[in-house]
């Protein structure tokens, strides 16, 4: 009986503690990969995910981070959601040639670790704007927060406020070993593998409780859905320009070439992606307005004799409204020059295809309609004295002679037309079969 007693209190605290090691190995550390410009989509999945993640039992979020930039209200989102996190954020820019670019930056200086790859750099997060009518002042005025903004983060997190500042004032860039001496980060390391074991059983204290990193399992990757991630891809300046220069020049060619074939499909198609693009990235109307007037001027180059003055004028307002059409707040990088000049061109060469192709055509003949009927030549089915009837082209028509009497079997030419009746005179030759 003892036996039996005593195998069941070993079994009892078998069980005890194999739930304390299941509760314990429970808490989980998760990852996030923010890719491209920093933009309302992906400030609303992080959002999302933290608050989420908040009610579980999370150890930390691991955020790698390769961007450009972004728009500076996005910013503030994520890292307000970063700041407010009851668990550890590790920001980790990587892997070898990525970046932390503008808004990156003040993303990296709101993490609890901040870590780069080796081979990647940071900074250059100097306001722009544009779009604006006291230019001066305002840019002033929006380096200054951005100053304060991001030297706070910094002094939050035990950070080089002087570098930071330098960053914002200065678009001063660093590579990730400047940074680590700079004591703008805490970490380097040579990839995501590396990174785990400098990682493994660090202590980090936030929100007033003590978090021990393991990466015994896998971090559990948190993937946006197919839809958000499609925005998140089309939300970059780049892709929404080409999108909208490729929509406005399939549709030009559909009402060149009438028929609702590929140019209104595709053309339909680019616009569609285009205005979901625009709905993410603030657009200037102005720079909008511009682009139409250029598209609208060259078009009209085809048919007004303006000597190319329509199309000098059209390619500089298309140029300008391109390079003003996003109305680029603080920190989105804008349309690339390559880009603004790629489209010119295409542009470019498609009026002046579209302007020979006119100009061929006007030097033809016409063959169909009013026009194309007279100089044709037919046969005279009837006297005509001075009316009768005629074959011409395949049907019966009713005739007028111009002059002289036409006999019947005569050949004949159309000299003119008059509603549904032909004027014709003789051919002056030998009847044919």
Known sequence: MSLMRCLKNKFLVFLVLFFLLADNSAAEIFLIEMQGTINPVIADFVEK?????????TDGVIIKLDTPGGLMESTRKIVKTILGAPFPVIVYVGDAGARASSAGLFITMAADVAVMAEGTNIGA????Q???GDSEVLEGKIVEDARAYIQALAQRQGRNTEWVSKAVTESASITSGEALEKNVIEYTVKDYGHLKEVLEGKEIEKAGQVFVLSFIEEPKRLEMPFFR????YIANPNFA?????????????????PGIELGAVLGGIFLVLAALSFQIIPVNTAGILLIVLGVILMVLDMWVPSFGILTVGGIISFVMGSLTLFDVEEFTPGIAPGVVAGAALAFILFFLFAAGSVLRIQGKKVSTGEKGMIGTH???????NPSGKVFVRGEIWDA???SDNIEKDENVVVAGISGNRLKV???NQEKGE
């Open 49 to 57: 995910e933290f608050k989420a993640l908040s009610g579980e039992d």
């Open 400 to 402: 007028d002679s111009e």
């Open 378 to 384: 037919g046969t005279a089915r009837t006297s005509i």
């Open 241 to 257: 320009y080409i999108f909208f220069t490729l929509g406005i020049l399939g549709i030009i060619y559909e009402f060149a070439s």
């Open 125 to 128: 997060a100097h306001p722009v």
């Open 130 to 132: 544009m779009g604006s």
């Open 229 to 232: 991630k499609f925005l998140n």
């Open 425 to 427: 005179r003789k051919a």
